[in-house]
């Protein structure tokens, strides 16, 4: 059951990267607070106290996956803490919701199955610097599609949304 789980994670981290340097790679930006109403908030407010210089997200750029293959890899560059100082601190890397199908055995897994629950992965962090790899189990079906329905985001160590995948222009 978790199989699925991991492996609907993986694809959908995999199905959001851009591509380059024989790796897919999605730079993710800060995330902010939501505006209430048709105004604008200004100043903008970010989600989380804690900044970095940069989070990537990494995954294969090949069409099919298979046991044991590289799915996907997170880099932290430069965190800080709400003071401005290099942060020691674990961060969730959470995919997202996913739609499940396993063609040919089970079929697409029904929206409140717990088979296509988010997965959350711990990243550890020391003096700002971290990262997380995950490979495939060795287990894995043939005939697996996950579809992405919400994007990945990083959050710090307390529940907060630090980044997700996005775009930004120079300030």
Known sequence: MRLVSSLTAALVLASTM??????????????YEACPGSG??????????YT?????????????TGPGKFALKLVVKGLRDAAGNPATATLS??????????VGLLGTLGETSPLSDEMAYPVAVKNGSGSFRYDTPDVTPPGLIANSLTSPVV?????KPLA???TQSKP
């Open 93 to 102: 890397l959470r995919t997202g919701k996913s739609r499940i199908t396993i």
């Open 164 to 166: 997700t995948t996005g």
């Open 52 to 64: 970095f210089d940069s989070i990537v997200l990494y995954s294969s750029p090949k069409p099919f």
């Open 18 to 31: 851009a591509a380059g340097a024989g790796l897919n790679r999605a730079y993710l930006v800060p995330a």
């Open 155 to 159: 959050y710090d160590p307390d529940g």
């Open 40 to 49: 604008n908030c200004n100043p903008p407010v970010r989600s989380s106290p």
